[in-house]
């Protein structure tokens, strides 16, 4: 009786290589072939049906697919700055602090302790323009005595999901940045002092580029996240008002499972993919740079 | 070029001293180095003048102005730092002009003055790398050059050259001399090494737990030391120190050896001394160089020979005190081997057993 005989380094790697293909390879292969398809969830036999580029040459030509786009590129862009920006100064302030640093530290975390969604039905209470606490605060200061509809008008709701992405994530920054305050070795800013900068100057020419990787890493990681905004979006407006709101995501999300479209939703998230590996790609290069200008090597 | 002076300069961390009212005047143009054992005060003492150290009392005074509420660029002062502190992401030619482009002088005076101490230091191939490309000696001169351009009143150099080799730092060391006759800047220099402070200052000052225990020239220092600590300190090796009762005139040991008072000190009947003499001037008869007026010859059985070419450290055991003596023209010694040792009085030491204090008159 003849066995069949596998090559020793397959059968080694075989149990790998079933796992891989079972939770990573097949869904992936199987996502960009019905991709090409006019597949509907609730026709499952529609996935057989080849349409070839249709369904991307669809997403490209589509302005509302374009609009989110642009729309999550904006969340990112302004995200990312403002909470760059706001993670510096925190992390500044909290390296000056010389009691209950710990505490502070702690304290910082709190709010990537929350899930997304549950900090997106808090933002919805606080921004809900009857009975939320934003409107209510102003109108007892007497600010305002009309009812401000943040979540409602179209530019307000943006800002007000931009306000609760900035307040979960400020800390990703203010952790990093803390972390790199606390590398900066004392040496070359006493010698910065010594040559005659001022605080500023010192910041300027040594503790910044002393940060900068740690900006990067802390860019990289906050522009996946970006790019793949969901939860907050979704729980805060659903993308509305009339898709004021709409993200890459939840685009794609009411395509595949609401509208059950799933071809053209997995077309458009193989097109959104890029978007995440540009900014990831473009922060690591940064990163790289940035660390080479130090001296740490790659 | 500026006179520094310090006047009851106190360090405090909270409720602990730690520079306990120091005086100090440097002259212009003076090559002062502080030295001690860690922990003694000498880097405080050496911050606060920088201005990187708050001053807890009295007045560090540059060039005749008090400096104690300058910051550190304000007090025209230039630091060279233990770890080189080279702006890593720099290269060595900005590194080098960075505070003329801070205090905003023009591109051509930056690049003179770079290029100036650049070939003062042998720089001129390096000026397009960066710190990480340079060997421990080449960023110890990227340093210095950064200490020069600055064209200060006062070099300050805090423990520049301990992280180097023990052969650069023999070079280093003659090239910061050779680097302070061509400027003839004022140096206050601070090492826990005694060798760099004698070859380098013009004067020393000695401290130890937030004092100055003596400032003086080198010779000054090695030859009348003012207690036992700065004899220990300086000179390598060590000086031999034992203790000892002066009777009838005489210093006497605790096994009865019996040795005449030193010419030069004073004693009291029945008083409790130290007795110092260096290697230098306690050898084998016959392997010496027999100089001074008052000598005394002692007995001693060498313990272990460290023989280092041209002569040999011999450790033998007087009144129950190890002592190292030196041995000129040596000979093959063996361990247990009696020698008549040669004592010249004239260059010994005596202090208080108690203080610690010279005896001398």
New interface residues.
Partial sequence: MKRLKLPQWLVLLLPAIIILSAVVLIPLVLSLYSSFTSYRLTRPDSIFNWVGLFNYEKAITDAKFWAAFGRTVLLLTVALNLEMLLGLGIAIMVSKVTRGQRLLRTMMMFPMMFSPILVGFQFKFIFNDNVGLVNNALQSLGITDTAIPWLVDGNLAMFSIIFAEVWTSTSVFGILILAGLYAIPRDPLEAAKVDGCTALQSFRYVTLPFLMPFIYIAMAIRSLDVARAYDIVQIMTNGGPARRTELLWTLIGRTGYVDARMGYANAMGYISIFLAIFFTVYFFKKLTKSRQELGMGM | MAQVHLRNVVKKYGPLEVVHAINLDIADGEFVVLVGPSGCGKSTTLRMV???EAISGGDVQIGGRVVNDL???DRN???V?????????MTVRENLG??LH??KHSQADIDKAVNEAADILSLTPLLDR????LSGGQRQRVAMG?AIV?DPEVFLFDEPLSNLDAKLRTQMRVEIKKLHQKLGSTIIYVTHDQIEAMTLADRIVIMRDGHIEQVGTPLEVFENPINTFVATFIGSPPMNLLDGVVKDGQIEFADGTRLPVPPGYFTDEGQAITFGVRADNIMPVGHALPRGEHMAEVEMTVDLTEPLGTETLLFAVLAGTEVQAKMLNPRPVHRGERMTFQIMLDKCHLFDAETGDTQKK
């Fill in positions: 920088a201005g990187l910051p550190p660029r002062i230039s630091m730092f233990q770890n080189y502190a080279l702006y890593p992401h960075f505070s801070i205090a960066k710190p990480g490309a950064r600055r």
